[in-house]
């Protein structure tokens, strides 16, 4: 059974730094896609940033580049989203998502098939 666990969310100020972690367990952790994820009250979900764990090729949602960078460990099968400069505009539910593809992972939610249950995170201006 695949499963999914962020944390790490919180509250912070604009121009703050929060770091989400996602450790995974159930599968195999190498050669997937994972990414995360964000909705905010009445939006889509809509992608921030992916990673091919076997290859590490990176995806970003061009909101966040620069600002927000994916890594991983994959001696912890854990996945990071490390967020700089803050904005109001990125306060939104966090999710984690995974899919059994290892190529072409993308920002699309609806092509993730597994998803943690949340951290939520808040910027105030």
């Known amino acids: 059974q695949v499963q999914l666990v962020e944390s790490g969310g919180g509250s912070v100020q604009a121009g703050g730094s929060l770091r989400l972690s996602c450790a995974a367990s159930g599968y195999t952790y190498s050669s997937k896609c994972m990414g995360w994820f964000r909705q905010a009250p009445g939006k889509e979900r809509e992608g921030v940033a992916a990673i091919s764990t076997g290859g590490g090729v990176l995806y970003y949602a061009d909101s966040v580049k620069g600002r927000f960078t994916i890594s991983q460990d994959k001696a912890k099968n854990t996945v990071y989203l490390q967020m700089n400069s803050l904005k109001p505009e990125d306060a939104a539910m966090y999710y984690c998502?995974?899919?059994?593809?290892?190529?072409?992972?993308?920002?699309?939610?609806?092509?993730?098939?597994?998803w943690g249950q949340g951290t939520q995170v808040t910027v105030s201006s």
């Open positions: 998502g995974a899919d059994q593809r290892w190529y072409g992972c993308g920002l699309e939610a609806a092509k993730y098939a597994y």
